[in-house]
């Protein structure tokens, strides 16, 4: 978290995990099925023997991070999935370790991954798609599982700038969504590095933050927020228009 000369970064690590199965069945449409998110809290129908087995794992007791008893319990939504094409299909609960505190210096491999969390990806992932328990009983040999570290600070939002030495920029803390957000973070970078005018936004992504988030983070892992929905329904000739406001 620190740069040569710089003050420390807000930042913080943690692990995410992921597991790829091989949809050989055709569950979820590979060219139109999209990135899907549940949001509601849910408990896992387990069986008494997968309790028992759970309860078996379960060392924190001894200080140890499979704290598989809890999976029990009701647990918040957040779990997600798309397809990868060729009959893959991406499931992800970043729930089942984000109780793990990970050190400053990070571990490679990663050792604190739970080992039944491609079954508890695919339990949880059931409520979005119902199609996939056929997978329950047989995870396949080529079902894949990939862990590594997130970095974010703690409003969720990058760091893009200058920070330590005259010259030195950063741009870090992309949170998971580094794919999808990093050309535009590139290109507010360029503007800082090239001393180009800069956007409204920029103070959002500064260390220290210029302009603080306000309001609380959002997490997909929240609970979701209640809100009365109001649905107006307007018709020009022979298409209707439907409008959702949440309140």
Not at 14 to 30: A, F, H, L, R, Y
Not at 33 to 51: E, L, S
Not at 144 to 161: F, M, Q, S
Not at 195 to 205: G, K, T
Request: hydrophobic share 35%.
């Amino acid at each position: 978290n620190r740069m040569v000369g710089g003050a420390e970064l807000n930042l913080r690590t943690e692990i995410i995990s992921k597991v790829i199965i091989n949809d050989v069945n055709g569950v979820i449409p590979q060219r139109t099925a999209p990135f899907m998110v549940w949001r509601d809290p849910v408990t896992i129908p387990w069986c008494d023997d997968m309790k028992e087995a759970l309860c078996d794992l379960d060392d924190t007791a001894e200080g140890g991070f499979n704290n598989c008893k809890s999976w029990m319990e009701e647990q918040p939504g957040g779990q997600h999935l798309r397809p990868l094409g060729n009959n893959r299909v991406l499931l992800m609960w970043e729930h089942v370790h984000r109780h793990i505190d990970v050190e400053s210096n990070p571990e490679f491999p990663i050792g604190a991954v739970n080992e039944y969390y491609p079954l508890i990806a695919l339990k949880g992932t059931q409520f979005i798609a119902p199609g996939l328990k056929i997978y329950e009983d047989a995870l396949r040999k080529d079902t894949i599982v990939d862990a590594g570290y997130y970095t974010t600070a703690a409003d969720g939002r990058p760091i893009i700038g200058h920070h330590g030495p005259q010259n030195s920029f950063v741009l870090t803390g992309l949170s998971g969504w580094g794919i999808m957000s990093s050309a535009a973070c590139g290109e507010l970078l360029s503007k800082i590095i090239t001393n180009a005018p800069l956007p409204s936004y920029y103070p959002s992504f500064t260390s220290p933050r210029l302009s603080p988030l306000e309001g609380p983070v959002i997490s997909l892992l929240d609970p979701p927020v209640e809100r009365e929905r109001v649905i107006s329904v307007t018709r020009e000739g022979s298409n209707p228009s439907v409008t959702i406001n949440a309140i």
